[in-house]
């Protein structure tokens, strides 16, 4: 039987939330049934990805152009590349990739939603320009065939939002990979150079006005703790300013990590204060970590950990979080973490999220023919 051709289409290979995720839908994918490719449209910068996907045998195509001259050569290219190899599927992550997606013939479009535009751009852009991406990628997610929501939170507000319907695919993460310490965490502290005798709360992510990292070091500057440590890795507009700004010797930045899996198990605790989420790898991440999370009362937070979960905070209040902080501090946090583990082993895992798409695959296969 002559296999099924997927082609992935995406700005680039950098690491990132929606990357992680096509890597793992690919790595679990039946490569007995499908030929997988993947074409970036422009010219691979740091931390990309791409040895990754060249690991698993997956053609990977640049087209290395940049934002303007793209959007003259980019349709172009990727319809004759999907003609030239009989491309049966294209499947979009981002909005450069969609707006592509969106225009090829003779082929069957699906795309993964990974945010709420209507939310997520203003936050990352400003107001007008925000609103303009918005109104755009809105536009062009109704011109795919086969929308994919990455979430029932997202799912649900396209759908009362711009009265766009969606199929859910929930994301997941490597639950071989995110796991809990199991008696290393000293070891581990101590290799990444983290005080032993301290709990550490980590936030892990870009630190940017949607992550609202201003709250949670407002909260731990009031703190009165001498135990307790927070820890930020990742990049983002805001961590200059941050880090530099920052006078407490009980906050730490650390940049852009590779090692994100060594200081989830490093840590004691897990904090976003996101305003808004698509479904957020990084909790996950720290869930299959074995990390009690406290997590601001936003609808895919609450989706992910249940409403009723008892470490939920307003994203506005930083009376609430230390009160929450202090909650988990005095409480014996073992049940919690299982109870957040068996959520990812049973749900949150890149096999069930690949096992899904591939479902999708080949229904939408089947309905062409």
Request: hydrophobic share 40%; proline share 3%.
């Amino acid at each position: 039987m002559e296999k099924l051709k997927i082609l992935y289409l995406v700005s680039t290979l950098k690491k990132c939330g929606p990357i992680n995720i096509l890597y793992g839908i690919i790595k679990g994918l039946d490569k007995d049934i499908f030929d997988i490719y993947i074409i970036c449209l422009s010219k691979e910068g740091e931390y990309s990805m791409t040895d990754h996907f060249l690991s698993m045998n997956i053609q990977v195509i640049n087209l290395n152009n940049d934002r303007v001259t793209g959007i003259i050569k980019n349709k172009m290219a990727v319809q004759s590349f999907v003609d030239a190899n009989k491309i049966a599927i294209s499947h979009s992550h981002g909005f450069r990739a969609d707006s592509i997606n969106s225009k090829l013939k003779h082929v069957i479009s699906i795309n993964t939603i990974h945010n709420f535009p209507k939310e997520d751009y203003i936050y990352r852009y400003g107001k007008i320009l925000g609103r303009v991406m918005e109104i755009a990628h809105k536009k062009t997610i109704t011109q795919i065939m086969y929308p994919i929501a990455c979430s029932n939170t997202v799912r649900d507000k396209f759908l009362l939002n711009y009265d766009i319907s969606t199929c859910v695919v929930q994301n997941g993460i490597d639950k071989k990979k995110f796991v809990p310490a199991k008696g290393l965490k000293n070891q581990l502290k101590e290799d990444l150079n983290l005080p032993l005798d301290k709990n550490i709360f980590i936030v892990s992510g870009a630190l940017t006005k949607l992550k609202n990292p201003k709250l949670i070091i407002k909260t731990f500057n009031q703190l009165q703790d001498a135990n307790s440590l927070l820890l930020f890795i990742g990049n983002g507009k805001l961590l200059k300013t941050l880090s530099q700004s920052n006078k407490n010797k009980r906050i730490i930045f650390r940049g852009k990590v590779d090692q994100v899996h060594d200081y989830l198990k490093a840590s004691n605790y897990y904090i976003s204060a996101s305003f808004t989420e698509g479904l957020p790898n990084s909790v996950l991440e720290a869930m299959g970590s074995g990390l009690p999370c406290l997590l601001s009362n936003i609808p895919s937070h609450m989706e992910i950990v249940g409403k009723t979960y008892n470490y939920l905070f307003n994203p506005k209040d930083a009376e609430e979080l230390m009160e929450k902080i202090k909650l988990i501090l005095k409480n014996d946090t073992k049940q919690i973490s299982q109870y957040l583990e068996a959520k990812i082993t049973e749900i949150f895992n890149i096999e069930a999220m690949s096992k899904q798409y591939q479902a999708v695959y080949l229904d939408q296969i089947k309905r062409a023919i």
